[in-house]
């Protein structure tokens, strides 16, 4: 059973760096695509970034190109989003997500999801 959990977030000053990791079990890692999302209060979950399994393909949301990063450890069964310069509208649960030897944009390519984390950004 693939489980995915994520952790780091929490509050942030607007300008400020945030990194947040997201750790997969019951399988193997490598095999996996994973992107992040976020959601924020009302609004509708949007994709953030997304990184395939091999690392050849990597994709960024508009609103956050420039300033953000995806990347993972294999050997750490563990994917990262690290972002820059943030601002009160990066304020959302974040959620990772994954699907074998997948990749893309869209919610619907990925199975699997962790429980979210918070990102507040304060101004």
């Known amino acids: 059973q693939v489980q995915l959990v994520e952790s780091g977030g929490g509050l942030v000053q607007a300008g400020g760096f945030l990194r947040v990791s997201c750790a997969l079990s019951?399988?193997?890692?490598?095999?996996?695509?994973m992107a992040w999302f976020r959601q924020a209060p009302g609004k509708e979950r949007e994709f953030v970034t997304g990184l395939n399994w091999n690392r050849s393909k990597v994709y960024y949301a508009d609103s956050v190109k420039g300033r953000a990063t995806i990347s993972r450890d294999n050997a750490k069964n563990t994917g990262y989003l690290q972002m820059n310069s943030l601002v009160p509208d990066d304020t959302a649960v974040y959620y990772c997500?994954?699907?074998?030897?997948?990749?893309?944009?869209?919610?619907?390519?990925?199975?699997?999801w962790g429980q979210g984390t918070q990102v507040t950004v304060s101004s």
């Open positions: 019951g399988s193997t890692f490598s095999t996996y695509a």
């Open positions: 997500a994954a699907n074998q030897y997948g990749s893309g944009s869209a919610r619907g390519e990925y199975a699997y």
